[in-house]
C-alpha cells in the first residue's frame, strides 16, 4: 500500500513545517497549503486521504473549507481534523458540526497529532467486511449473502457481484460499458447485452423479496442503484 497523504492547510510556517515534518517521519506524504484557495485547488488535483485544516486561515476560515467540502458529493467523505487554538467548548462544538472529524488544540504534541490523525484515518477506511446497507436490503460481504427485510434473497454469482458494485456506488448513474468495467473486468470480452440480462435477473430476485425497485433505468444512460 503506498503512502498515505494528508494535505496540511495552515498559514503559519513554522506550525506548519513542525507538523509536516512529524507526519513524514511517521510515513505519510504531506502536501502543504497556506490558504483555502490553495487547499482547494490541491484537492481537485489529487484527492488526499486526510486534510489538516487550521481554524484560522488568511482567505477563509478552516470551518468554511470544511462546510464547503461537505456539501461537495466527491470530497463529502475526505476525513477532516480542524487544528485550532481556540480550547472553548462552543468552539469544538462548532467544529464538528461544520463536519470535521475531530479536533486538536494548539500546542498539541507529535504523539497526540499521530494518534489523532491515526485514529480517524482508521474509522475512515472502509472495512472490507463491512455490510452494505441500503433501504431494506443488506449485503453481507462475509457469508455472500443478501436479505431484504428478513427474507435471503437468492442471487447468482454475477447478480451478487452486481448488487455489490451498485450498492458500494448508489446514486449514481452507470453505463453497461462502464458495469462490465467494473463487475466483469476490463479484459473480458462480453456483450453489453448480457448486463441487461444479469441486471433482469437481479431486479426479478429483488422484486420475488419485495426489494423493488432500486435497480433503475436511467434511459439511454444506464443503470443507478438507488432507495429513493
Ligand atoms: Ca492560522
Known amino acids: 500500500m503506498s503512502a498515505r497523504r494528508i494535505l496540511l492547510v495552515e498559514d503559519e510556517l513554522p506550525i506548519r513545517q513542525m507538523i509536516a515534518f512529524n507526519l513524514t517521519r511517521a ?9 483555502a484557495a490553495s487547499a482547494r485547488l490541491q484537492i481537485a488535483d489529487a484527492r488526499p486521504d486526510l486534510l489538516l485544516v487550521d481554524w484560522m486561515l ?3 476560515s478552516g470551518l468554511e473549507l470544511t462546510r464547503t467540502l461537505r456539501r461537495e458529493p466527491v470530497n463529502r467523505d475526505i476525513p477532516i481534523i480542524m487544528l485550532t487554538a481556540r480550547a472553548d467548548e462552543r ?7 461544520s463536519g470535521a472529524d475531530d479536533y486538536i488544540t494548539k500546542p498539541f504534541s507529535p504523539r497526540e497529532l499521530l494518534s489523532r490523525v491515526n485514529a480517524v484515518l482508521r474509522r475512515s477506511a472502509p472495512s472490507v467486511d463491512e455490510p452494505l446497507i441500503a433501504g431494506k436490503l443488506r449485503l453481507d460481504p462475509v457469508s455472500h449473502r443478501v436479505h431484504a427485510g428478513d427474507r435471503e434473497v437468492g442471487l447468482g454469482p454475477t447478480e ?5 458494485f451498485l450498492m458500494e456506488n448508489p446514486d449514481r448513474v452507470y453505463s453497461r460499458t462502464q458495469v462490465l468495467d467494473k463487475v466483469w473486468g476490463q479484459n473480458v470480452y462480453v456483450e453489453e447485452r ?3 440480462v444479469h441486471v433482469r435477473r ?3 430476485a429483488l422484486e420475488d423479496c419485495g426489494a423493488d425497485p432500486y435497480v433503475q433505468t436511467v434511459r439511454g444512460a444506464g443503470y443507478r442503484f438507488s432507495v429513493c
Open 160 to 164: 451478487y457481484r452486481l448488487l455489490k
Open 194 to 196: 448480457t448486463v441487461d
Open 58 to 60: 488568511p482567505d477563509s
Open 27 to 35: 510515513g505519510f506524504e504531506v502536501d502543504e497549503a497556506g490558504d
Open 91 to 97: 468552539d469544538r462544538v462548532l467544529g464538528l458540526d
Open 202 to 204: 437481479l431486479r426479478q
